[in-house]
């Protein structure tokens, strides 16, 4: 069974500009979170997407973005880039069922804006 | 809304004494609680989890957990603290969703 895996693992960008961070999902799981940890802090829900559909977001704004693929792979996107949004991005798979499901976690990938 | 208050921001205990890393919550629901832990360069490992059946929930590597509706609390136990245990700690409430709010973290550090 292959965990969840995220590339790149770190990246440099500058004020302004976009990136794109890549998720693959635990075998099986259908559903995938993304989160921001900022430095010394706890994980920050930013959104999550079921088959393909935005499944809930948290208080981020629109130039966070998101996309899943029908093979339950996922991106996010990020416009136009602050010094703030330097953070380690966590990826989670999971598959939502009876009762309660916990999140996998891939290594996260470190976005350092400049 | 949902919360987590982790008590302490940073515990250092000996090797071989025992470890609590305090967590309280707050939820409108009845909730799931989970913790996970971090090494340093590495993701987040679930190390247990509550989902309303027994309250006292054992986990990974000699953790546990025991879950007080009344102090709202979901405190992490461990009898005897290993070198390998030292990492940063997460206590998460989740209704059940899709919403998973962590804790601030706390960091553990186990002296030789």
């Known amino acids: 069974e292959t965990g969840v895996t995220q590339s790149p693992t770190h990246l440099i960008k500058t004020r302004g500009q976009q990136v794109t961070l890549r998720c693959s999902s635990q075998s099986g799981h259908n559903t995938v979170s993304w989160y921001q940890q900022a430095l010394g802090q706890g994980p920050q829900f930013i959104f999550q997407?079921?088959?393909?559909?935005?499944?809930g977001r948290g208080n981020f704004p629109p130039r966070f973005s998101g996309l899943q693929f029908p093979n339950y792979s996922s991106e996010l996107n990020v416009n136009a880039l602050e010094l703030d949004d330097s953070a380690l991005y966590l990826c989670?798979?999971?598959?939502?069922?009876?009762?309660?499901?916990?999140?996998?976690f891939g290594p996260g990938t470190r976005l350092t804006v400049t | 809304a949902q919360s987590v208050t982790q008590l302490d921001s940073h515990v250092s205990v000996s090797e071989g004494t025992p470890v609590l890393l305090r967590c309280n919550y707050s939820s409108s629901y009845s909730p799931s609680l989970f913790w996970y832990v971090q090494h340093p360069n590495k993701g987040l490992q679930l190390l247990l989890k509550y989902t309303s059946a027994a309250t006292l929930v054992k986990g990974i590597n000699g953790f546990e957990a025991e879950f007080k509706k009344s102090e709202t609390s979901f405190h992490l136990t461990k009898p005897s603290a290993h070198m390998s245990d030292a990492a940063e700690y997460f206590c998460v409430v989740s209704d059940g969703g899709q919403n998973f709010v962590f804790g601030p973290g706390t960091r553990l550090s186990v002296l030789p």
């Open positions: 997407y079921y088959r393909e559909e935005e499944n």
């Open positions: 989670a798979s999971s598959t939502p069922g009876q009762g309660v499901y916990e999140q996998y």
